[in-house]
């Protein structure tokens, strides 16, 4: 019994030895010895470029082992461009042992990222550049799993489970599918992910600044990684951003297709993103369902009538968005309607459907600088269709049709009667002799300062450039138009027709100036 005991004390003594020995050997280990080979081997694995300036490896009691990586940098696929597409300032990283040594799995109680710089490329094909690591060192996943073999171990990389992670930094992403690419800098990322595992779902949230100084977005996921097919699946997906943070500025450098919108003095809105399932792999975008709502939306802009209430939904899909609903109101009328925008992602091409109700001439249009003012209330429907984000193109495929009526039309201070006959200056005092002759109502409306429209109405289509009129009616109750006009979209106005007076009118002016019936 005594021999058992002092073997007992032998192989405790021994172990812990051992284990002074080992904790002695780690924290007096400089992992910065071997940079060169673990550096061969993550270039090996990643195929490209990776480094780091130190590594500091710690062991406590209390937390274990920890790591702490300061300037790791990994490199762009030179297919997407050049640089680095991953900068980070210093990882923290933590592990536990004993489920090391006792399940074989490796268990990270927190990770924390700090610094971080993430360049995301969407090429013309619309791969992204985020999925070629994942792809590179899951080459033969697919082969191994096919034959029974976890995706983890035809990784070569034991289970990884991440109690917690944290990371602050920002990301650049580039989309060249627009012409010029579309740039977007998210800035004071503040992420978090809890149980991270390569097999099983976990969750991750996400509060950042969005074309804005300050934060403006809000998101949370699901995450499932697909190691063998590159990608990952999102589920539950809510994304929530205030338009009302955005900065002019940063949204002008971004999206340059607004570079010709003008500077607005106001813009509200809340956007609301609600996906049920978005795939994404080494090939971009694959698979997504989700409800897109927009709310509490206004714009105003300088001299021109303010957007207030705007609201719309959409249903969204890999191959099209459909426009479920929309509206707002646009100063004290109302615009409302459907549409749909499909293959938005490689050849974007677009429908709408408009119904317009209340739009006050002298609201929609800064007439401050013309010699006459109209005025009017215009309701109408229009159906729209276009191809392209890209400006001039997409004004050059725009076309559509529609009709419009025009109600309690004028022209302040300008009588067109008046006007026409003013110009007859080769018959001496026309307008007065003319006047003379007139039936009473016919004497209110030449004195009247304004031209006063009784109906104004025309239908329209679009194509080639320009808006074409077709017919264009107005009628008076002293004269009608009836013909055709056509608008450009560079500024230039051609409008032919038939111009006529009522009979009874001509009546009169024939009998009070008869060198009349010969013009």
Known sequence: MKAVKIIGLVVLCFFVIVAIAGFVFIKTFDLNKYKKPLLDQARKVLQRDVDFDRADLDLSLKNGARLRLSGFSMAEDPAFGEGDMVRVASVYVGLDLWTLVSKKQISVPALSVEGLKLSVVRDKEGRINLMAPIAASAADAGKSEASGVPVSQALAVP?????????????????HTFDPPMKVDVSRINA?????????????????????????MKAQAKVKLDMASSGALLSDVKIDADLGKISQERLRSSLPMLSSVPAWQELKGLLALDASRIRIGKDGLSDL??????????????????????KVQCLATTAQIDMQEFFM????GQVSGTGSLKDYLTSPTY?????????????LLDQSAWPAKGEGIVAGSLRLQGQSFEPKTAMSRLGGEGRFDVSQARIKDINALSLVLSKLSIIPIVAQRVEASLPDRFKDKLRSPDTVFSSMRFSVTISEGALRADPLVVAADEFSFEGTGRFGFDQTIDVTGTFAIPADLSASMTAGVPELKYL
């Not at 289970?159 to 989309?175: A, L, P």
């Not at 429908?351 to 001439?361: A, H, R, S």
């Open 192 to 216: 978090s992910a809890k149980d991270v595992s390569l097999t099983e779902p976990f969750s991750v949230a996400i509060e950042a600044a969005l074309f804005s100084d300050t934060p403006d």
């Open 159 to 175: 289970m990884i489970f991440v109690r917690q992670v944290t990371f602050q930094g920002e990301v650049t992403y580039v989309d």
């Open 351 to 363: 429908t709408g459907n408009l119904t317009m109700d209340g739009l006050e001439i002298q609201e």
């Open 329 to 332: 109101k646009v100063g004290q």
């Open 289 to 310: 369902e989700a409800i897109v709502k927009f709310s509490d939306g206004s714009l105003k802009l300088k001299d021109v009538v303010a957007i207030t209430g705007v």
